[in-house]
């Protein structure tokens, strides 16, 4: 019964012949091959269904059906829990009015959510890597509570309570339904994301993109303003090579390194302790490919629809990095545990300060892992790296306030400090995402007791050790030293 369950979860059969041919499970076909398509799609709607040629509504429409019908060719009548997850909280935010209905779709929308992934894991596949339907249903979850928290701002907040971001994406009026659901499901983002915010995708379906970010309180344009509709041909096809060369790397490097030989008895004996810092480094560098894949392919996806576009930089050049998932090159030369973090599945952690961080009045870096973690699902492992990321969080923030001032004397100092940071993160990242990979408590565990939960240990007497103040004094202090400058600037303008 597991079985046929399972069978049913991955959708048309149509291409299980290509399937046998590669060896590599239908689901995962279903996948790329719909976001391809997928990609195809977004060329030919931009530019036959392009904002001067035809109505909202109908754009609308098209990217929604399109979004439904990749659904059910993937996941089969699985996708039915999109338009339900999404239906149900619309009817919240319609009977709860504007003043509760934020905190009612937050619990909703992640009750749901949570309840198919428990079914998913513990009745069906546990431990199954392939694609599953609650990967879109993750992405919808984000949308739901943000467009939620967004008409709460915009309809029942005063503006002098808001923060600048929350200003910039305030609603100031209720989504119509069809407006709701093209947002959730439409065809670029709702197999792989990623998340955006309804202004953003409204001003795109309407023609507008960046045109609200543009306008600054007074009204005035800033920066360059060249093309109202700039090509995205050659970002997007710059995308294309990256995830290339992602899936290259992935598809010939990951099985070299597995990530459970961390785990292995007799690789524990035998293995010295700077070979184990480097095999753990080098198995967790491997996994990553696969996210660079699927993300930026994502991101391409929403590029050759005309989704995404952010302005132009200094030299008055296109920037396409709107919605985009991931630096690639920052994770990579990270410093700090926090700039991993930022560039790392950038949307999520958008929408993680923006729903928690921001709003919670009490340990929101412990409230914000916590939420983290229910929303990445119900494997113990999650729940193992999101308690050490808490640790380690506070561990690299008290080091950064305490440490950092003393090397910044001189370039050579800075470099050492640069050199011994990037390893020090690198290893503790890698440290703290390994429950993440193996899912299940045992393995987690034995890989920490391998260790000593040395990194536990020495993060927790670095927090304790070192004193970091409040967030909430921080705040003041940085609003008064702004406030401060202000005043002299006017000062300076004045005598001028």
Known sequence: MATDAISACTGSSLLQPISEIINLPLDQVNFVVCQLCALLTAFWFRLYLHPSKTSPFV????????GLYFALFCFGWYALHF??????????????????????????????????????????????????????????TQKITSIAFEIHDGMARKEDQLTQSQKLLAIRRMPSLLEYFSYNCNFMGILAGPTCSYKDYIAFIEGKPF?????????????????????????????????????????????????????????IATTP????????????????????????LADAINNA???????????????????????????ELATSFKVFLDNW???????????????????????TF?????????????????????????????VRHNVRPYFLGSPTHKFVYD???????????????????????????????????????????LAIALPVKPRHLRLKEQQSISSSSDSTDSQKHKAT
């Open 59 to 66: 754009r609308h429409v098209v990217a929604t059906l399109l």
């Open 83 to 140: 338009l339900m997850q999404s239906g149900i909280t619309y009817g919240i935010m319609i009977i709860a009015g504007v003043e509760h209905m934020h905190k009612y779709c937050l619990v909703v929308a992640l009750a749901y959510l949570g309840f198919c992934q428990i079914t998913r894991v513990y009745v069906f596949d546990y431990g199954m890597y392939s694609a599953d339907f609650t990967g879109p249903m993750m992405v919808i």
């Open 211 to 267: 045109r609200h970010r543009e306008l600054e309180n007074n009204g005035k344009l800033q920066g360059k303003t060249r093309l109202n509709d700039p090509s995205p041909n050659m970002e997007v096809v710059r995308k294309l090579g990256t995830c290339f060369l992602s899936l290259l790397v992935f598809l010939s490097v990951c099985k070299v390194f597995p990530v459970e030989r961390n785990t292995d008895d007799d690789f």
């Open 273 to 296: 302790i700077y070979a184990k810092v480097v095999y753990l480094y080098l198995s967790m560098l491997t996994t990553r490919p696969k996210y660079y894949f699927v993300w930026t």
């Open 305 to 331: 629809a005309g989704f995404g576009f952010n302005g132009y930089d200094s030299d008055g050049k296109p920037q396409w990095d709107l919605i985009s998932n991931l630096r690639i090159m920052n994770i």
């Open 345 to 367: 599945n950038i949307q999520t952690a958008h929408w993680l300060k923006r729903v928690c961080y921001e709003r919670c009045p009490y340990n929101p870096t412990a409230a």
């Open 370 to 398: 916590l939420l983290s973690a229910m929303w990445h699902g119900a494997y113990p492992g999650y729940y193992l790296t999101f308690l050490t990321g808490i640790v380690v969080t506070l561990a690299a923030r008290a």
């Open 419 to 461: 050199v011994i940071t990037w390893a020090s993160t690198q290893i503790a990242i890698c440290y703290t995402v390994v429950p993440f990979v193996l899912l299940s408590v045992g393995p987690s565990l034995k890989f920490y007791r391998s260790w000593y939960f040395c990194l536990h240990i020495g993060c927790v007497l």
